[in-house]
T-cell receptor, first 113, second 114 residues
Framework: DSGVTQTPKHLITATGQRVTLRCSPRSGDLSVYWYQQSLDQGLQFLIQYYNGEERAKGNILERFSAQQFPDLHSELNLSSLELGDSALYFC????????????FGSGTQLSVL | AQTVTQSQPEMSVQEAETVTLSCTYDTSESDYYLFWYKQPPSRQMILVIRQEAYKQQNATENRFSVNFQKAAKSFSLKISDSQLGDAAMYFCAYTMPGTYKYIFGTGTRLKVLA
């Protein structure tokens, strides 16, 4: 168990809909990262927060947004969903930026039908 | 910009044999960290090994070891006595202090043959 909690584990929705993925980082970790992994693909970095502030942005679509709350949990909002958004979305946390390993959650499998 | 390259999309190894997965990276920094992550069919990301660039000694974790060649910017993973449970996708990753990005390679799928 990595200590990172992601909910829900599975999400099935329709095109055009909006969903929210939730992540609770490991206790004490201030950094939260979001990654997208399409089937048999690598990890695409979406966005990163440190102690409530956005610090890095990757290939995140304008239809996607995220935030980190004062209690350090984070939410990734995906709107106007398309078939191509179907993927495994990982949240990860770390104690220090750029030194320590990432602790990954078990992911949210999103299926857009 | 920093990049991580895994040139072997797929590798196979016989059970109990040794296999080496390749990873190269590009950076102009001297202080950075490298990782190998394993993703089994469950799709959970599991850290295999971590290497600090300023340490010349190669990291080792049981049957897993790395060959870190800083000048060549190479970071290969050696798996000894391969087991069926080693079958997974393996990702190489890079980060450096003070940054907010962990850069992952495209992965190598390892098949272990009984």
């Amino acid at each position: 168990d990595s200590g990172v909690t992601q909910t829900p584990k599975h999400l099935i929705t329709a095109t055009g809909q909006r969903v929210t993925l939730r992540c609770s980082p490991r206790s004490g970790d201030l950094s939260v990262y979001w990654y997208q992994q399409s089937l048999d693909q690598g990890l695409q970095f979406l966005i990163q927060y440190y102690n409530g502030e956005e610090r890095a942005k990757g290939n995140i679509l304008e239809r996607f947004s995220a935030q980190q709350f004062p209690d350090l949990h984070s939410e990734l909002n995906l709107s106007s969903l398309e078939l191509g958004d179907s993927a495994l979305y990982f949240c990860a946390s770390s104690a220090q930026t750029g030194r320590e390993k990432l602790f990954f959650g078990s992911g949210t499998q999103l299926s857009v039908l | 910009a920093q990049t991580v390259t895994q040139s072997q999309p797929e590798m196979s190894v016989q059970e109990a044999e040794t296999v080496t997965l390749s990873c190269t990276y590009d950076t102009s920094e001297s202080d950075y960290y490298l990782f190998w992550y394993k993703q089994p069919p469950s799709r959970q990301m599991i850290l295999v090994i971590r290497q600090e660039a300023y340490k010349q000694q190669n990291a080792t974790e049981n049957r897993f070891s790395v060959n870190f060649q800083k000048a060549a910017k190479s970071f290969s993973l050696k798996i000894s006595d391969s087991q069926l449970g080693d079958a997974a996708m393996y990702f190489c990753a890079y980060t450096m202090p003070g940054t907010y990005k962990y850069i992952f390679g495209t992965g190598t799928r390892l098949k272990v043959l009984a």
